[in-house]
Nanobody, 127 residues
């Protein structure tokens, strides 16, 4: 099963930017370019929500409203890595951010469509 490791979280002031990284490894049944990789977040007391997804083979992207206009998802296939660039951050963006892999490669922002998850990285936005 594929393993995912997120990094890049931290403390940032309102209006600041962060770039999160998700490195994938441990491919057995599928290669990296057969996957769709998504970014999600979960704030305390709230359900996990989808933000963005990229299908690796063709680079198509999908964004939810919370991410549109401020967040960008992109991949470096040579490094088996997917990034989430976030700008104009607000306190409501404070959450644990997760990346996840969908072996069907179809592309989705639903938590139910992903079969492997990273451990998460904390993002805190101060006012």
């Amino acid at each position: 099963e594929v393993q995912l490791v997120e990094s890049g979280g931290g403390l940032v002031r309102t209006g600041g930017s962060l770039r999160l990284s998700c490195v994938a490894s441990g491919f057995t049944r599928f290669t990296f370019d057969e996957y769709a990789i998504g970014w999600f977040r979960q704030a305390p007391g709230k359900e996990r929500e989808g933000l963005a997804c990229i299908t690796i083979d063709d680079g198509n992207t999908l964004y939810e409203d919370a991410a549109k206009g401020r967040f960008t998802i992109f991949s470096d296939n040579a490094k088996n890595t997917v990034y989430l660039y976030m700008n104009a951050l607000e306190p409501d963006d404070t959450a644990v951010y997760y990346c996840a892999a969908d072996s069907t490669g179809l592309g989705s922002t639903s938590v139910y469509d992903f079969d492997a998850w990273g451990q998460g990285t904390q993002v805190t936005v101060s006012s």
